[in-house]
């Protein structure tokens, strides 16, 4: 049913307004508190089997949807309607900006993937930490909040940036996120590097210290996680070392991966993709080499940090071979779009049904084990 209205409607339509009109749709479904529930039992029925514990919070499940979605937390509740387990709001900037000038997202749908160049539009964190602020304390939904650089900020006052950020929405987060792996922001990249990394991550631990009320060396106050995302383009040298500056600093996690810039292998027809420009490439596409990322943090870090899998899910095969490989919660984006509200649904019954036939009795034993399996053999 979803495939022909996507074929019928979404497809004919420019992206960026199909993803208004459809979220839209959810958001206005979700403000019926009895459709609201009705909708939720059939999308997103909860499995005990899937708990697990991550980042010190307790979610029914590991399956959750990517930043992008929801840039301005506007849609939160809708979302877990239709069955993720937590919802990564974002990226916010330290000012509100339009973002980059449209036509700005792309569907190559030969590739099931998409190209964007969004450029973090956003209504800046005084007004997304506002809108969080006035949710109901009655709601459960676990919420991610990823934070970028501000278009117009230098790069050499990108710390202040950032910092002014995890302030306005820390004590709002259930785990905070440093993006500094989109392409679509000139510059954001370059701070990535382990000498530029290493402030602007301490700077931020301290800022969402300072924004829950923990001082340095006291456990009065909440501690946010905080996590940072990186790039798929990293050089494997890269990653060991960001790998190894998240352990130095204590940080709670690493996202693998946000989109790519490379083109390679897509079956999509060359002059479409050319014409779609520059941008972040997602979707299936970068399946490979985000699991990749993925294997190398997970064998750098030997399970001491929360690996977040982002990138090229599509399916419960897809999820249950990250969380084989060492991560314990996995996100997606891209299939949403082609795939549909019952997506989610069919990942929890995948995920269930994989984990009931490995023998683990829950599915924190799941992670990482095919990253043990795999050493034990490369050692014979």
Known sequence: MYRL??????????????????FGWIRG????????????????????????????????????????FDKNAVGIDGLTM???????????????????????????????????????NNDGSAAVAARLAARPRS????????????????????????????????RHADYLVVNVSSPNTPGLRNLQAVDQLRPLLTAVREAADRSTGR???????RRVPLLVKIAPDLADEDVDAVADL??????????????????????????TVAAAGAGGLSGAPLKQRSLEVLRRLYARTGGRLTLVAVGGVETADDAWERILAGATLVQGYSAFIYQGPFWARRIHR????????????ALADAVGSGAAATRTRDDH
């Open 350 to 361: 995948g995920l269930a049904a994989r984990l009931r036939a490995s023998g683990h009795a």
């Open 82 to 120: 239709v069955g993720f387990d937590h919802v990564e709001i974002g990226t916010v900037t330290g000012q509100a900006q339009p973002g980059n000038p449209t036509p700005r997202l792309f569907r190559l749908v030969e590739d099931r993937a998409l190209i964007n160049r969004m450029g973090f």
């Open 29 to 68: 479904v979700s403000a019926v508190p009895g459709l609201r529930a009705l909708v939720r039992r059939v999308l997103a029925p909860q499995d005990p089997a899937l708990r697990i514990r991550a980042l010190g919070l307790d979610l029914p499940g590991p399956f959750g949807l990517a930043a992008g």
């Open 139 to 170: 709601s459960t939904a676990v919420v991610g909040v990823n934070i970028g650089k501000t278009k117009a900020v230098p790069e050499q006052e990108a710390v202040t940036d950032y910092v002014t950020s995890a302030e306005r929405l820390a």
């Open 246 to 271: 998240a352990l130095e600093l204590g940080l709670d996690g690493i996202i693998a991966t946000n989109t790519t810039i490379g083109r390679e292998g897509l079956r999509t027809d060359p002059a």
């Open 215 to 221: 001082s340095t060396g006291s456990t009065a106050g």
């Open 5 to 22: 209205l996507f074929d019928l409607l979404f497809r004919r339509l420019d992206p960026e307004k199909a993803h208004h009109l459809a």
